[in-house]
């Protein structure tokens, strides 16, 4: 009988931007959405990235962000920024993130 090992959940690590002229502002940090573990999201951040200053458990916050447009009154645009909000405001979803 073969032995199985436990799945590892991994953690899709995405970089936080701030937004410039060009969409590609300079960045601020890494999240991910849902709520990890401080020291498991550390981990990943520093397996993913190699930051120069590696991330601790103890600077990893968590909130709730909500996605709204940069110009909420052109129809068509589709830019957008994420917004720290409340966890019952519509839209909202969980994060774990770092800022630099």
Not at 19 to 38: I, K, N, Q, R, S
Not at 43 to 67: G, R, S
């Amino acid at each position: 009988m073969p032995c199985l090992e436990p799945l590892t959940a991994s953690i899709e690590i995405l970089e936080l931007r701030e937004v410039d002229c060009d969409w590609m502002g300079d960045l601020l940090g890494y999240f991910a959405m849902g709520h990890y573990e401080p020291a498991t999201f550390a981990q990943a951040v520093n397996a993913e990235y190699d930051p120069d200053i590696p991330a601790e458990a103890h600077q990893i916050c968590h909130e709730f962000w909500v996605e709204v447009s940069l110009e909420p009154d052109e129809l068509d645009c589709n830019c957008t920024c994420l917004k720290t909000c409340k966890a019952d405001v519509d839209g909202a979803f969980a994060v774990t993130y770092i800022e630099l």
